[in-house]
């Protein structure tokens, strides 16, 4: 599976007869100006996609922060961006796509299979002394259809029972319950394995090497699912294993849906359980 195209590539597909449909999926955590960022800079052509609405939906504190959208309104959003059935879409962020592989794994979640990321990002773009854009792109509508549940995912009964390995993409400080800045209660859920997912990432915000990958994540097996915080680094998490050729399952609702649930087990410190 392509997961990641180079900038290179990028830039030779945008100059194209059948360029591609670039996706900006600027945010992060405690930063709500992913628009403003947008409007500044971005790579000619990509049209920006707010996370907080478009890649999620919006319920109870016990459904998580960044539920999974109901697939009629990311089909509606997927359209406005452009995206069309046999589009292949390319998204970006600038910060090494933690936040764009909720729109590459949602994507694929909802029946598209020509969808990759940037690798390195805008960052990556501007290193290598291509123009950028000011302001806002108004695409022509697509025409996609998107259905539900290509990509596998558990419930939260579902991580309760769980038998194979799973991971959890946070910082080690979040995992352990050191800190927990947003979030009910601090800790993991028992039987996770810490893997933060900075970890998958080179300095310039590149993945890994597939070797690299593949050697990091040896341990997990075959039979592997990833939570986050709220199921947004979590999808970058699962690029990663695709990239080392494992087919990870996303928990969506994360440890934001465990941790406002009374009833769920926590666990505290650097071990497991």
Request: charged share 20%.
């Amino acid at each position: 599976m392509t997961v990641a195209i180079d900038v290179s590539e990028l830039k030779e597909q945008l100059a194209g007869n059948n360029p591609p449909v670039l996706l900006d999926v600027r945010w992060s955590l405690g930063d709500s100006e992913g628009r403003r960022h947008y409007r500044e800079a971005h790579i000619p052509g990509a049209v920006f996609v707010d996370l907080d609405t478009e890649l999620a939906s919006h319920g109870e504190p016990s459904d998580g922060r960044h539920p999974l959208p109901d697939v009629a309104d990311l089909q509606n959003a997927a359209r406005s961006w452009g995206i069309g059935a046999d589009s292949r879409v390319v998204a970006y962020d600038n910060s090494g796509n933690l936040a764009a592989a909720r729109a590459w794994w949602l994507l694929k979640w909802a029946g598209l299979t020509d969808v990759v990321l940037l690798d390195g990002g805008l960052a990556a773009w501007t290193a290598a002394g291509f123009d950028t854009a000011p302001g806002d792109e108004i695409p022509a509508p697509g025409d996609v259809e998107l259905t539900a549940g290509h990509l596998p995912t558990l419930t939260a009964d579902d991580v309760e029972n769980y038998s194979g390995t799973l991971l959890d993409a946070r910082a080690p400080e979040r995992y352990s319950g050191e800190t927990e800045p947003i979030d009910p209660k601090a800790g993991h859920i028992p039987g996770a394995v810490s893997a933060p997912t900075g970890a998958n990432i080179d300095a310039d915000g590149r993945f890994l090497a597939a070797d690299a990958l593949r050697e990091r994540f040896a341990f997990a097996g075959e039979d592997v699912a990833v939570y986050c915080g709220s199921g947004v680094t979590a999808a970058h998490q699962i690029a990663a294993l695709a990239i080392a050729g494992v087919d990870a399952t996303l928990y969506p609702g994360s440890w934001s849906q465990w941790s406002n649930q009374p009833n769920r087990p926590v666990a505290t410190g650097p071990s497991p359980r």
